[in-house]
C-alpha cells in the first residue's frame, strides 16, 4: 500500500514545476507584447523594428540606401542591443539550464519587465523628446533579444520564437492537409499570428493617440505578470 501510494505521487518538485500559468499560455502572451513594441519602436522611433530583426536587417538596408524616414543609426543601435540581450538570455540558460524551468522562465521574464519598466518610465518622464529616442531602442532590443534566447531554449513545441512569424506562417501552411501533413501544432500556429496582430494593432493605436507610454507600460506590466505566475510546464 505504502509503496503504490509513493509511485502513484508525484514529487514535490514536479507540483512546484507546474504551478501557475503554463508556458504556452505565457508565450501566446508574450507575442501580444512583441506586436505592442514593435509598433511602439516602428511608429514611435524612427521606422526601426527592436523584436522582429528579419524586419530590421531589411530596414538597415532601406536606410543604408538613403530611404527617407529610415536610419542607419537607430536600425544599429536596436540590431547590437539585440545582440547583447540574445548573449545575456544565453548567458542565463547555461546557468538554469540545469535548474528549475519555471525559476529559469521567470526570472528572465522578470529581467524583461525590468527593462521594460525602465522604457515606459523613461517615455512617461520625458514624451516626445528626440534625446531618448536612442535609451527607449537599446532598452527594448535588448529585453526582446533576451528573450528570444530564452525562448529558444526552452524548446516548447511550435514557438522557436515569439518575435517572428514567418517559419510559424510556413509551418502552418506546410504541414497542413493541403500541405500533405496531419496539420500539427495548427492551433498554436494561428493563434501565434492572431496574437501578434492583436498586439500591433493595440499598440499601433495607442501610439498613434497617446505616444509610446502605455503600450510600453502594459508590455512591462504584462512580463512582470507572467514572470510572478509562469509555470515550467508546457
Given at each position: 500500500?505504502?509503496?503504490?501510494?509513493?509511485?502513484?505521487?508525484?514529487?514535490?518538485?514536479?507540483?512546484?514545476e507546474?504551478?501557475?500559468?503554463?508556458?504556452v499560455?505565457?508565450?501566446l502572451?508574450?507575442?501580444?507584447?512583441?506586436?505592442?513594441?514593435?509598433?511602439?519602436?516602428?511608429?514611435?522611433?524612427?521606422?526601426?523594428?527592436?523584436?522582429?530583426?528579419?524586419?530590421?536587417?531589411?530596414v538597415?538596408?532601406?536606410?543604408?540606401?538613403?530611404?527617407?524616414?529610415?536610419?542607419?543609426?537607430?536600425?544599429?543601435?536596436?540590431?547590437?542591443?539585440?545582440?547583447?540581450?540574445?548573449?545575456?538570455?544565453?548567458?542565463?540558460?547555461?546557468?538554469m539550464?540545469?535548474?528549475?524551468?519555471?525559476?529559469?522562465?521567470?526570472?528572465?521574464?522578470g529581467?524583461?519587465?525590468?527593462?521594460?519598466?525602465?522604457a515606459?518610465?523613461?517615455?512617461?518622464?520625458a514624451?516626445?523628446?528626440?534625446a531618448?529616442?536612442?535609451?527607449?531602442?537599446?532598452?527594448?532590443?535588448?529585453?526582446?533579444?533576451?528573450?528570444?534566447?530564452t525562448?529558444?531554449?526552452?524548446?516548447?513545441?511550435?514557438?522557436?520564437?515569439?518575435?517572428?512569424?514567418?517559419?510559424?506562417?510556413?509551418?502552418?501552411?506546410?504541414?497542413?492537409?493541403?500541405?500533405?501533413?496531419?496539420?500539427?501544432?495548427?492551433?498554436?500556429?494561428?493563434?501565434?499570428?492572431?496574437?501578434?496582430?492583436?498586439?500591433?494593432?493595440?499598440?499601433?493605436?495607442?501610439?498613434?493617440?497617446?505616444?509610446?507610454?502605455?503600450?510600453?507600460?502594459?508590455?512591462?506590466?504584462?512580463?512582470?505578470a507572467?514572470?510572478?505566475?509562469?509555470?515550467?510546464?508546457?
Amino acid at each position: 500500500m505504502d509503496q503504490n501510494t509513493d509511485q502513484n505521487t508525484p514529487p514535490q518538485s514536479y507540483d512546484r514545476e507546474a504551478r501557475g500559468v503554463r508556458l504556452v499560455a505565457v508565450l501566446l502572451g508574450l507575442t501580444v507584447v512583441s506586436g505592442l513594441i514593435d509598433a511602439v519602436s516602428y511608429l514611435g522611433l524612427g521606422h526601426v523594428f527592436v523584436a522582429n530583426m528579419t524586419g530590421n536587417v531589411v530596414v538597415l538596408g532601406f536606410a543604408a540606401a538613403g530611404a527617407p524616414g529610415f536610419s542607419v543609426p537607430h536600425t544599429l543601435t536596436s540590431l547590437g542591443a539585440f545582440l547583447v540581450g540574445a548573449a545575456a538570455g544565453g548567458r542565463i540558460a547555461v546557468r538554469m539550464d540545469t535548474g528549475s524551468r519555471r525559476t529559469w522562465a521567470r526570472v528572465s521574464l522578470g529581467a524583461e519587465a525590468l527593462l521594460v519598466g525602465v522604457a515606459a518610465v523613461i517615455a512617461f518622464a520625458a514624451p516626445g523628446d528626440g534625446a531618448t529616442t536612442y535609451p527607449l531602442i537599446a532598452l527594448t532590443a535588448f529585453a526582446m533579444g533576451m528573450r528570444n534566447a530564452t525562448v529558444r531554449k526552452l524548446k516548447v513545441s511550435d514557438f522557436s520564437t515569439t518575435t517572428v512569424l514567418t517559419m510559424t506562417l510556413t509551418g502552418l501552411v506546410a504541414d497542413s492537409v493541403a500541405g500533405g501533413g496531419s496539420g500539427p501544432g495548427s492551433l498554436r500556429r494561428v493563434l501565434a499570428a492572431v496574437t501578434m496582430v492583436v498586439g500591433a494593432c493595440l499598440g499601433a493605436w495607442l501610439t498613434l493617440h497617446d505616444g509610446m507610454r502605455y503600450p510600453l507600460l502594459i508590455a512591462a506590466l504584462t512580463a512582470g505578470a507572467f514572470a510572478v505566475t509562469a509555470s515550467g510546464r508546457e
